[in-house]
């Protein structure tokens, strides 16, 4: 789907406004097959919302099914930014 077409579902949806924004910020950052990563504070700053609104947001996301997110590591195991995937 064309970032065109994902960001005209973000703005015809139900969804609160901080949700909107979060999902146009993802949609900016995502690839062809609608994956990014951006780190919680990137989003944060790119919102000029604290993290815990834009985790609420992710969560909230995530429940109404415009989202999917997956955990990603490092090759010593440690924890790095989700990959997000949008539907």
């Known amino acids: 789907m064309a970032k065109f077409e994902y960001m ?3 703005f015809s949806s139900e969804l609160r406004p901080r949700a909107r924004l979060v ?3 993802l949609v900016l950052h995502c690839n062809k097959e609608g994956e990014c990563f ?4 990137t989003i944060a700053a790119k919102c000029g919302y604290g993290i815990s609104t834009v985790k609420r947001a992710l969560h909230d996301l995530e429940q109404r099914g415009y989202l999917k997110k997956a955990s990603r590591h490092r090759p ?3 924890s790095t930014s989700n990959l997000y995937t949008v539907k």
Request: aromatic content about 0%; cysteine-free; hydrophobic content about 30%.
């Open 38 to 41: 951006p780190s919680i504070k």
């Open 76 to 78: 010593n195991g440690s």
């Open 8 to 10: 005209e579902r973000a």
């Open 23 to 25: 999902l146009q910020v």
